[in-house]
């Protein structure tokens, strides 16, 4: 007989802490029960990741569950779940054969619950109902939280085995929780006797803490008197804090209370000496087995402990109750030299659940890792560069993963951003988006209104939105165009009269179809639209005008009101929680979609599939929204505040969103991340040192022209972010890691991505000059700097520009630009194919020339985006405002003033808003022909 099988003569069993798949399809483990005594099971994070992560026996079963669309921790699960039934089954005799005290197999809950009763609960039920083998503990922390979900769990017959105990009072507290459970259930007539626990002390940690405090406190030459010598206590903290926690077992489990209990049939909850390999290499290799052998107890052991064991261990006589009395001593002496052994146990507890958390992680990296190498066909890959930032960047990573960033974010913390219970009500209203998957059950609402939509033979759509409301469907149209059968689209943002002429001039009124979007249904240009189509039907007699439109809003707002009143084909009421910028993946972005023909379901099923690699307990630095957002976030912090894009054609619209999304969550409180989107990708001494790199690119759109001057950036320092798209339905994970990222990096430069505070002010502005043009029939024009037959120029007094021409007064303005500043065209006028190659090459010879970043924008668009920035941002802008005089007269009914006054309104409100912010901007002010206009300018300043 061997020395592990003799321990059973003397009461205990002998477990072993470790599983593999590899021991269990070999016959080892079914070996190892039958021959060599082996009695239970246990398993923990590290077990797992040393199991999976150094062996192929998992592989085909990972491929197959990424496959079949199993996000991280469903596929960490399986794994798990399966290697513990299999070695259930095998113990099965065990459990039989000793009417229920042995054969059991530990499977632990996740150690990121430790601190959460009623989630650790939740995951105990889950497991136990998921192994479904009565043989199966299910392994909870004997933390203060786990201590009421252990009895819970106990009291539901779940099997528990207490893990992390340190303390004799942690001990006795879970023996009495035990006891609890019972109770209650023999109370309610309920059976005791097919509930088992074991109760795990852990031991050589207490030794490595006690002894380095001992060490502190060695001194040979110094006389201790009636004191104990430090030393002479060395390597005896965990013997006798064992020794006297099963003292307390014993006292627990005897008397009436207990007999009562063990008379129905209920078994000990026996202690479990865990932690039993020796860490300090001067101790003898069996130093925790030898001492604890005794009745009705359990030592689970490592593979190092079970050779040494095995090859010279001693099994004589049980010894758990020899030199209690010593045991005793040791701790009364360590509170003599001022050491705490409670303090000491507190500390390891939280410890002990870190280097849980440490493991449970790599393997999680891990499978996150190999899930998306599987699914890189279907949600295609994220490289960086990380260039100097490296080091700040890994360092706030870390620390995203310690404050549970993802898991928080998810569970729709409103205090990650800002610690103000006023603010967090409205942030937690904003959060609706991470429940993308919510939308899939929208679809068939969705493609049902769409189907009976071409049925009445429409041929035309046209979505009359700002911002959030339009952003999304324009990247739409732009990208998937429209499917044969489908409504022609078109997206009416820009107040300009010559645009809404422009969409009047491609509809046949009788066969278009209205979509008024408004999340707060009282957007200005929004509604102005809407009254003009709306009367166009009444001034020509089109019958029932409501069959043509359809509002997409909030509940409860002014638009619902009216689309109901009037009848409207059909209202969706979005969600209230997603907030505009972050409502694409809404009825904002999916009606528009399905309308010309897009399959919104793989939309969100891309969508899904990212949330999925975004999902909490991903580590950040494999989190895919999380890494990019930490990315912006601390290169903005470290003053590469321009985030780049380099888009390849397919998603070339992508910008125009992601721009929105950015700059307007970021861009407050004098901080901010510019998006710099349509700029020409030039060479590495083209750039200050102000730039972030992001190229995105259709698989098969992959450019090497732009990735040899992205390699060129790269040796100069630039950090690069590399995406890859598998196809252009990858939108769909693009929204929502764009806005997982976003969110992300305000965490880190330390702003609300859901507010928008400075918005307001150009349009207090605006209104403010509309009821002045109602007043006067006019607005008070400041005299212009420079005057020309096509070109004015405007600008505030105190940039002190001056000159005689409009080239002297714009190069002057233009030198105005620091380092790290950057250029802003703002347009008012239709945007067409040839004024947007006229801005191109005015805005791209201007970054060469002063290497500084440039940007376009249309108003009143750009108000609703990156607006936000420019006046709640750093004072780093040079914005140009262009406008351009019209003839057009188009009234809005009711209003008392036509287009080109609301435009030319929102254009002086601007300025008004950007100079009172002490924002450098000059208006430049084109009559007569406007291509040609343009191209004077162009000429004025090369």
Request: proline share 4%.
């Amino acid at each position: 007989m061997n020395n592990l099988t003799k321990l059973i003569d003397y009461g205990q069993s002998y477990w072993l802490d470790n599983l593999t798949r590899s021991m269990i399809k070999s016959g080892e483990l079914k070996k190892r029960i039958t021959k060599e005594g082996l009695r239970g099971q246990t398993s923990n994070p590290a077990i797992f990741y040393k199991a999976i992560s150094e062996s192929s026996d998992y592989n085909k079963q990972i491929e197959k569950l990424a496959k079949e669309g199993k996000s991280v921790l469903e596929i960490y699960d399986t794994l798990t779940i399966k290697d513990v039934q299999d070695a259930c089954d095998l113990f099965k005799d065990v459990y039989k054969s000793s009417n229920g005290v042995d054969g059991y197999v530990s499977l632990e809950v996740s150690p990121y619950l430790a601190h959460d009763t009623e989630e650790t609960l939740s995951e105990a039920r889950r497991l136990f109902s998921e192994v479904k083998r009565p043989n199966c503990h299910i392994k909870i922390p004997g933390t203060q939280a786990g201590l009421a979900a252990i009895e819970l769990a106990l009291y539901e017959g779940i099997n528990v085995n207490v893990t992390l105990l340190f303390s004799i009072k942690a001990y006795e507290d879970v023996a009495h929780a035990y006891i609890n459970a019972l109770d209650r259930r023999l109370a309610e007539g309920k059976p005791v006797d097919k509930v088992a626990s074991v109760a795990s002390f852990f031991l050589s940690r207490i030794d490595v803490l006690a002894d380095q405090l001992l060490g502190h406190s060695i001194n040979p030459t110094k006389d201790f008197g009636d004191l104990p010598r430090p030393e002479h206590l060395l390597g005896k903290s965990a013997i006798a804090s064992a020794k006297l926690a099963y003292k307390s077992f014993l006292k627990i489990f005897s008397g009436e209370r207990w007999e009562k209990l063990a008379s129905a049939g209920a078994k000990v909850q026996r202690p479990l000496w865990a932690s039993t390999s020796t860490k300090d290499p001067l101790y003898i290799d069996t130093k925790y087995v030898e001492p604890l052998i005794g009745y009705n107890t359990v030592n689970t052991l490592p593979e190092v402990t079970i050779a040494a064991f095995s090859n010279h261990g001693k099994v004589e006589e049980s010894t758990i109750l020899i030199n209690v009395d010593e045991a005793h001593q040791v701790l009364v002496n360590l509170k003599k030299l001022g050491i705490d052994i409670d303090l000491i146990t507190s500390q390891l507890t939280n410890e002990g659940v870190q280097k849980f958390i440490e493991p449970f992680d790599k393997l999680i990296r891990k499978l996150a890792q190999e899930r998306l190498k599987i699914l890189e066909d279907k949600i295609g890959t994220q490289n960086f560069f990380y260039g100097k930032s490296e080091s700040s960047i890994k360092a706030a990573l870390t620390s995203l993963n310690d404050k549970q960033f993802t898991r928080r974010l998810f569970a729709k913390d409103s205090y990650l951003w800002k610690n103000d219970p006023k603010l967090s009500v409205t942030i937690k209203n904003r959060l609706g988006w991470l429940g993308v998957e919510e939308f899939m059950n929208r679809v068939d609402e969705i493609n049902d209104f769409v189907k009976n939509v071409r049925a009445d033979k429409y041929s035309y759509a046209v979505l009359l939105g700002m911002g959030g409301s339009s952003l999304c469907p324009e990247v739409a149209l732009q990208t998937f165009g429209t499917k044969k059968g489908y409504l022609k689209l078109f997206v009416l943002d820009n107040t300009s009269p010559e645009a809404v002429h422009h969409v009047e001039s491609q509809i046949d009124l009788n066969k278009t179809l209205f979509m008024v979007a408004s999340k707060s249904g009282s957007t200005i240009e929004s509604n102005s639209f809407y009254k003009y189509f709306y009367n166009l039907y009444e001034v020509n007699k089109i019958g029932n005008p409501g069959n043509h439109f359809i509002a997409i809003t909030d509940p409860k707002t002014s638009l619902e009101s009216e689309a109901r009143s009037k009848n409207f084909r059909y209202v969706f009421t979005n969600p209230e929680d997603y907030g505009g910028r972050y409502s694409a993946l809404s009825f904002f972005g999916l009606v528009p979609m399905a309308l010309i023909g897009i399959n919104i379901k793989e939309i969100l099923k891309s969508a899904y599939r990212m949330k999925q690699s975004c999902s909490p307990f991903i580590p950040s630095d494999v989190n895919p929204g999380v890494s990019l957002g930490a990315f912006l976030g601390i290169n903005q912090k470290l003053g590469r505040d321009k985030a780049t894009f380099i888009l390849s054609p397919s998603i070339k619209s992508f910008g125009l969103w992601v721009e929105q999304l950015i700059a307007e969550s970021t861009g407050k409180e004098g901080f901010g991340i510019l998006p710099v989107e349509g700029e020409l990708l030039g060479s590495k001494e083209q750039y200050g040192k102000d730039r972030v790199f992001v190229y995105m690119f259709i698989k098969k759109e992959k450019d090497a022209a732009s990735e040899k001057k992205l390699a060129s950036l790269e040796s100069a320092g630039f950090p690069v972010v590399r995406i890859m798209l598998p196809d252009i339905h990858g939108l769909g994970g693009e929204f929502l890691r764009w806005e997982i990222a976003t969110a992300t990096a305000c965490v880190v430069v330390g702003v609300n991505p859901f507010d928008e505070p400075n918005v307001s002010e150009s349009k207090k502005n605006t209104n403010d000059l509309l009821a002045e043009w109602k007043h006067s029939g006019s607005f008070a024009e400041t005299i212009p700097l420079v005057k020309t037959d096509s070109i004015s120029v405007y600008a505030d007094q105190s940039l002190n520009l001056t000159g005689r021409a409009v080239k002297d007064i714009l190069n002057k303005f233009f030198k105005l630009a620091n380092p790290s500043d950057y250029i802003s065209f703002l347009a008012y006028f239709l945007q067409t194919s040839d004024r947007e190659k006229q801005l191109q090459a005015i805005r791209n010879q201007l970054s060469k020339k002063y290497k500084t970043a440039t940007t376009i924008g249309y108003g009143p668009r750009y108000l609703h985006s990156t607006g936000q920035l420019h006046k709640g941002g750093p004072n780093k802008g040079l914005y140009v405002l262009l406008t351009a005089d019209t003839e057009l007269k188009i009234e809005l009914p009711g209003s008392g003033y036509d287009f080109a006054t609301l435009q030319h309104a929102q254009t002086l409100g601007d300025f008004r808003a950007l100079t009172n912010k002490n924002r450098r901007i000059v208006r430049v002010r084109i009559s007569g022909d406007l291509n040609k206009g343009l191209k004077t300018l162009s000429t004025i300043l090369k």
